[in-house]
């Protein structure tokens, strides 16, 4: 057996373990993950800074050195978070459907965890916790993998919260960290089958198709964001302006930020260049093509066909000026990451028809993409946006992270 | 492009035409394949003789030859199938969830279908239609490859469905039928990425266990049943002994039959004895350890490891004696397939921990693990019952084949 494989297994114990725990104990528990991290955050935040160091010396860029640094702050903030997570409802053991059958058995359909989660990721520490208390909450264990620039940070708050699991009556190994952050370990933890019930990369859209191409558990991919915004021609311009600007500029490196405008030629004269007034004061970048170019200059660089498939992540938007409705969303059905996709239009039938034709995790008339988030949408903590079809679309929050079972109460039923 | 990829982007396309099929359209063209299945029956029937004919010349058993035989009785069943389905609710836009936000966004979580299904099947011509028809009432176009023995019966009906989509408005290629019927083109199919959005494999475990190893497309597990019935020792012994007979006997070749029955020893020397006395009547093969041939003599023959993971598929049933609950939930979480599990008991206590502890689709007390099944559950026509966790668990109907959108109402809404 490997090293990975002991975890899983371990994983396996607690998970069943964990999937018969009272919601006042699992609460118990994340109350106690809470307050250990505070307790011990001179641990986390030692560890934390020799992660900084020697990512610093390694020539890390500030983007990411700022993601992967911890401080009092922050910390608070974590625990903050995992106090959030604690008061959620519950969603084990709800009852999501009743059955009578006329032979007399009464069928109900419960939701149970899904068991074991596994999450690989980068070099972001808040994701250890975020997402290894989603998991907890939702009765499932978990195995973690984050990127190795993390790893001091990852190891030093596993500890603390294998430590305060045990503390508070839950097996410890209800969390457990991957200690190998080579590539291999990343391909052994594609192939767990038999361990992992799911597996959720979190992080850049590299990585999530690298997972979603190579793994044999199932996957869930979510975050991978090329999202339009469709300004119509019976768009009330000034509205589609400050909506695309929100949209790409509110946070340009998440991804539910637009990536690209599509526009319908009737407008495109007028719109660019309000929206350009907006888009300038983050000297955003515009690729496009000679229509873009004739009416704004400059100020947009010739867009090759990559373009129309690339998640900026940063000040820089695709512009497209399209014929009309059709060739807008078939460029989407084209392009599309099917994350979040959004249409300008006072034209009722219009609106309802992008609602109705693109098919993306969430589809908007009238607002900013940005709004595809848990908290957004009033559902609470999520563990990413899934951005396929099967078992989750949209934010995955609680409810995301389960699975059901049929129990049947009969009295000596047997089939005819 | 393969020639698969070249089906996978036809189907794609049928499946955006389809989804904005309304009700009207999806049943319309399922009573016109009901109709041309009973007018153009003779074709399908020729089809089907010839390919009974080279399955006899190459020695298939006679039970595989009856899964593949078709006659008048048959077609006019499954016609009289397809009816059933188009009279079934259609899921497509019904709203799962509404969301009013304090800024004015309105959110609809509404049911859409899932793209664009595969399915991988052996040689049983009922299945091209059963899997067709359901795929199309909930919205999905469905890309078929069927058991060689089946291929020439399958081209015949495929053309058939085609013919009757195209006559009544829809893309022929909504349905569509994978002719090359190679190991390669499973292989193909399991990694058609981008193109199929479900690959479902219905068959005997072994080609199950391979699909779900190999497939790089998100893959629905169905049907591997190792199931087992508990015998505390508090059962009504004489209902125990009725639904074990039920279980394994009343149709041994399907996977919710039972393959073990566990056996707390305080009732071994009573309950064997009554339970011989239903099994003789079928010859049932037992396999046990020591304790149950002491108790049946030479009825039970020696159980190997293999045996507590087979899934029989007849009139053989492994026996295993327990010291009590905790050995039999522990066996059972060792061997189960996740299926279905049954424990006979008048203990509410006992009833109701075997209800939380085991998991697997279906957990029954007191009944016959046989009732799982989509229309005994009262839930309609299935393609199948998920032994996986992930996105549908137990009997799949046409919900489970549909996957959800968000969309968003808004009137000019940014994030701050």
Redo the contacts between chains.
């Keep these: 057996m490997t090293v990975m494989e002991t975890q899983g297994l371990a994983a396996k114990h607690a998970a ?1 373990r964990l ?2 725990a009272s919601m006042e104990e699992k609460n118990r528990a994340l109350a106690a993950v809470a307050d250990a991290l505070l307790r011990r955050q001179d641990e986390w935040l030692a560890a934390n800074a020799a992660d900084l160091e020697a990512a610093r010396a390694a020539g890390m860029r500030p983007a990411l050195l700022d993601r992967l640094a911890l401080d009092e702050g922050r910390v608070a903030g974590i625990a903050e978070g995992v106090r959030q997570v604690a008061a959620l409802p519950d969603p084990i053991g709800q009852v999501v459907k009743t ?1 009578r ?1 006329p032979n007399g ?1 009464k ?1 109900e ?1 419960r939701r ?1 965890p ?2 074991v989660a596994g999450i690989i990721y980068e070099a972001r520490p808040n994701v250890t916790v975020d997402a290894a208390v989603l998991c907890l909450k939702a009765g499932n264990a978990v195995l973690l993998r984050g990127g190795k620039e993390a790893f001091r940070s990852n190891k030093a708050v596993v500890a603390i919260l294998r430590d305060a699991l045990e503390a508070s009556g839950l097996p410890r190994d209800c969390v457990a960290l991957v200690e190998d952050t080579s590539r291999q370990s990343a391909q052994e933890m594609m192939d767990l ?1 038999g361990y992992l ?2 597996l959720i990369p979190r992080g850049g859209p590299g990585l999530i198709r690298s997972v ?5 558990v ?3 991919r979510t975050g991978e964001g090329v999202c339009h915004v469709y300004v119509h021609q019976d768009a ?1 311009l000034d ?1 589609a302006a ?2 695309l ?3 790409k500029c ?1 946070r340009p490196s998440v991804c539910n930020a637009a990536e690209c405008v599509l526009i319908d030629r009737a407008v495109a004269e007028d719109f660019l260049p309000m929206a350009w007034e907006y888009l300038k004061n983050k000297n955003v970048v515009l690729h496009g093509g000679p229509e873009a170019r004739d009416i704004l200059g400059d100020f947009v660089v010739p867009a090759t066909e990559e373009d129309w498939d690339t998640e900026y992540g940063d000040y820089q938007l695709a512009v497209k000026v399209v014929s009309g409705f059709d060739e807008a969303v078939d460029f989407i ?1 084209a392009h599309s990451t099917g994350h979040s996709e959004a249409i300008v239009t006072k034209n009722y039938t219009v609106a309802q028809r992008f ?3 693109v ?10 993409t ?3 988030d848990g908290f ?4 609470g903590a999520e563990i990413g946006i899934s951005t ?4 989750a ?2 934010p995955m929050g609680l409810e995301e992270l389960t ?14």
């Design positions: 069943r999937a018969a059955i059958r058995l069928i359909q149970v899904l068991g089958t019930d799911v979603a191409a190579n793994a044999h199932p996957v869930i009330d509205m400050r909506i600007y929100n949209a509110s059905a609602l109705d034709a098919d993306a995790a969430a589809v908007y008339v009238n607002a900013s940005r709004f595809t957004e949408f009033g559902l396929q079809k099967m078992h679309r949209g699975s059901t079972k049929y129990v049947i109460y009969g009295s000596g039923q047997v089939r005819e």
